[in-house]
């Protein structure tokens, strides 16, 4: 029966693509809507989004931040007036050229992200260095006209946070941008159990009209990189394109120094990628819907389901916990809540009764364990944060056996032909060859870490005196 239910499951080593579009279908996390790259979130993938969102609004929140909500149209004069921003958002860009059967005066951008609506807002509430810092946040969806589309990772409209903040001075602003990185890093690694990597974007990858971007790069089961958050220091650019200024403690006017930063709906295409296997989603306890899924056995005997219904409100107090009494098969139901990645299942039957225990059955190792009655609920809790340890560590291990040293370009094609995933190696800061090493292998620069290595004098790609570590790898 298991294998029946998951014969439509292509294997990950086959086809990794197609196992993960099974994945996000069959374990009901999507739909695809009647416009092409835009999904239904189905209630189990909003749910795992919620949980994202509650944890990540709560430390928003903490350090000091404000919500706010921004209009969903942006005025093409407004767009213009940062000109480094709209060249690099113009191929993605959509536009409303209609209200209902007059044509506008002005196109209206949908908008992809709102720096130019914050900044207009902005210069009309900042008027003196009293006035800050302004640091808020939004909650929205955003629209990015995509070639290429795929549930989470890339879709034409999807959901995230966009905080823009703004400060008196330059060092205010990068406290503020490695502050939410450190917060997004927080997030993936201890509720997502997704180790990432922190470190700047080059020249070439940071945001449109930004001072420099900071990033978290996490890598998937086959290999590839993604972009799990980014952070980014804006400087001046927007505040003197739109007259931000403020007057200053020595009473002379100055522009505003800002930050912006993101989170989307991506990182749970990211959760899936890490975890997941040719069962279905693994879904890490701290951020899973449902913690606890009980299974009555023979329900149809007396006392079973009125026993189950017991411990699922005795345990809800504390577990995010479920039943199903149904009246589909036990197989059919152990399958289900497998392929839908939840981390815990407790069967029990008339015999579990008699005898005072009930069954546990994990999903990320499938092991199973026999537990008394007695002391079941810190002995789930203590099972939960093991599977939300082992889960974090797992991922940790597959990236650094993933995670290669290149000195020549010829080590580093062999690397990325043989093993792929992250390649470490000396680059001399020349765009030219960045492009290169992306035009012959498909790789691209993931970031520049923090923590700097001297791996060698040279740089891999034109063997010119190497100024920076970077991590390299194809991407999503």
Known sequence: MAKDFVRDVTSMDDDFAQWYTDV??????????????????????????????????????????????????????????????????????????????????????????????????????????????????????????????????????????????????????????????????????????????????????????????????????????????????????????FGIEFTNREGKLQTVQQTSWGFTTRIIGAMIMVHGDDRGLVVPPKIAPTQLMIVPIAQHKEGVLDFAYDLKDKLSATIRTGIDASDKKPGWKFNEYEMKGIPLRLEVGPRDIEQQQVVLVRRDTGEKQTISIENLESQIQEILTDIQQSLFEKAKKHREEKTSVAVTFDEFKEILTNNGGFIKAMWCGDEACENFIKDETGATSRCMPFEQEQLSDKCVCCEQEGKHLVYWAKAY
């Not at 189905?42 to 404000?66: C, F, M, S, V």
């Not at 993605?92 to 914050?118: D, N, Y």
């Open 24 to 241: 996000v279908t069959k374990a009901e996390l999507i739909d695809y809507s009647s416009v092409r790259g835009s999904m239904i979130l189905r209630p189990y993938g909003y749910a795992i989004w919620e949980n994202i969102q509650k944890q990540l609004d709560k430390r928003i929140k903490e350090t000091g931040h404000e919500n706010v909500y921004m209009p969903l149209f942006i005025p093409e004069s407004l767009l213009q007036k940062e000109k480094d921003h709209i060249e690099g958002f113009a191929p993605e860009v959509a536009w409303v050229t209609h209200g209902g059967e007059e044509k506008l005066t002005e196109r209206l951008c949908v908008r992809p992200t709102s720096e130019v609506l914050f900044a207009e807002h902005f210069k009309s509430i900042i008027h003196s260095y009293r006035d800050l810092p302004k640091l808020y946040n939004q909650w929205s969806n955003v629209v990015r006209w995509e070639k290429t589309t795929r549930p989470f990772l890339r879709t034409l409209e999807f959901l995230w946070q966009e905080g823009h903040t703004c400060h008196e001075t330059d060092e205010d602003a990068h406290e503020e941008t490695v502050r939410m990185l450190n917060v997004y890093a927080e997030l993936c690694e201890e509720y997502l159990a997704v180790p990432v990597i922190k470190g700047q974007k080059t020249e070439k990858e940071k945001f449109a009209g930004a001072k420099y971007t900071y990033t978290i790069e996490s890598l998937m089961h086959d290999g590839k990189a993604l972009q799990s958050g980014t952070s980014h220091h804006l400087g001046d650019g927007f505040a003197k394109a």
